[in-house]
């Protein structure tokens, strides 16, 4: 559920160089993810710490169950979907 709110934001937020800005702005807070995830839910997407936190972890597992036993280490970066979001946000 998470990942298609955060895919639905990137998209408006790609059309719209408002919301674009918005979100940005919220990294400069005192809490940025906090701050992130109340932008969102007054923008009208359910995306919450708890939700961003699960997403990257549950992305990192499945990575590291697709090598069938190989991958013994999880791999920095792979389990942050809120950097990844940025990534993809600030690139566009």
Same mark, same amino acid.
């Given at each position: ?5 955060? !895919?639905?934001? *990137?998209?408006?937020? =790609?059309?719209?160089?408002?919301? =674009? ?6 990294? !400069?807070?005192?809490?940025? +993810?906090?701050?992130?995830?109340? $932008?969102?839910?007054? *923008? ?14 549950? +992305? @990192?597992? @499945?990575? *590291?169950? @697709? ?19 940025? $990534?993809? $946000?600030?690139?566009?």
């Amino acid at each position: 559920m998470v990942e298609t709110e955060l !895919n639905r934001l *990137l998209s408006t937020a =790609k059309k719209d160089i408002k919301i =674009k800005e918005m979100l940005i702005k919220t990294k !400069n807070e005192n809490d940025p +993810m906090e701050a992130f995830c109340t $932008l969102c839910q007054q *923008l009208g997407y359910d995306i919450t710490i708890g939700e961003l936190f699960a997403l990257g972890k549950d +992305m @990192s597992d @499945s990575k *590291l169950r @697709s090598v069938n036993g190989g991958g013994n280490f999880e791999i920095d970066g792979w389990d942050d979907a809120y950097e990844n979001f940025f $990534l993809q $946000l600030e690139w566009t």
